[in-house]
């Protein structure tokens, strides 16, 4: 497979300083019952990296250490892992917020009965992808099939109160290589027509850039638009988005306990404070201090700060 890597580390984008620490994004293994050709982290059926259970472990003892106040769990699929519902209750049990980045195919999986009640109950956020209100775009980018289901999911999570009382996100990524619309405006079209024709119900849309790397790179590569991709993220800068890059205030965990900027970074394989040693876990509890280093940057990074700007709480600007 093409690699953009070797492509996006020398760069020119400005520097960036961690400020307070609320949010452990983790990612729990790359398994996953879908292979989304958007897809940054190269998920999949075929992967086998997850999370063990000493591990989760750890992240709820920096969860507490650290202060954060969000645990954010993805994956592939977060919640192929064996430990997801102990991590999630443990979590919740300690006060902190969830986040589960849902991919809605896989509360339909026949091994994992009662999984959206589980959610429900334990008052879970959900960030569930769903790149398009229509049929074709959906399956465009995550195989046939998807969407029927995905609508199955969304409709099993109104009843538990998602969409009202518990949040429910929908998430948008553009099918090619393009930026989002503006967040606002989108959200008002996936509400109507998601509306009108199954009567669901979610909170907010939420808009994210693709990131150039890993199986998207690697499209962009194979079909000549890596220039022309890189171009339209740095045409579209905008300095506005650096106060609020997600970077600046969350850290990245990986399936094995190392730390990175965020979750992109870490794909990138590009180690805390641009240091030739891995920070782990074990590190962080040891004291190692993070507030007020510099962030590791790249070529990439104009897909966070281009345009309306994207994280994965969605568009920076309000």
Known sequence: MHDTRPL???????????????????NLGYVCNLSCVHCHVNAGPARTES??????????ALLRHSGAHTLDLTGG????????????????EHGAKVIDRCNLTVLLEPRQQGLAQFLA?????????????????????????????????IKLLNTLGYGSELILNLV??????????????LEQDYRRELGARFGIRFNQLLTITNM???????????RGQYTDYMRLLRDNFRAANLATLMCRNLLSIDWQGYVYDCDFNQMLDLPLLASD?????LDLLRGEVLQDNPVVTGEHCYGCAAGQGSSCGGALEA
């Open 121 to 153: 109950q334990q008052q879970v956020e959900i960030s569930a992808s769903l790149p398009c209100y229509l049929r074709d775009n959906v399956e465009q980018q995550r195989g046939r099939g998807v969407y029927d289901d995905s609508i199955r999911a």
């Open 77 to 92: 699929a977060p919640e192929l892992n064996p430990h997801f519902r102990y991590l999630v209750a443990a979590a919740r």
């Open 8 to 26: 996006l580390l020398a760069s020119d984008f400005p520097p960036v300083r961690r400020g307070r620490l609320d949010t452990l994004q983790v």
């Open 51 to 60: 999370m063990n259970r000493e591990t989760v472990d750890q992240v709820l």
């Open 277 to 281: 040693r891995r920070r782990h876990i």
């Open 212 to 222: 150039p790397i890993s199986r998207f790179g690697a499209v962009l590569l194979a």
């Open 172 to 185: 948008y990524n553009p099918v090619g290589p393009a930026l989002p619309p503006p967040q606002a405006t």
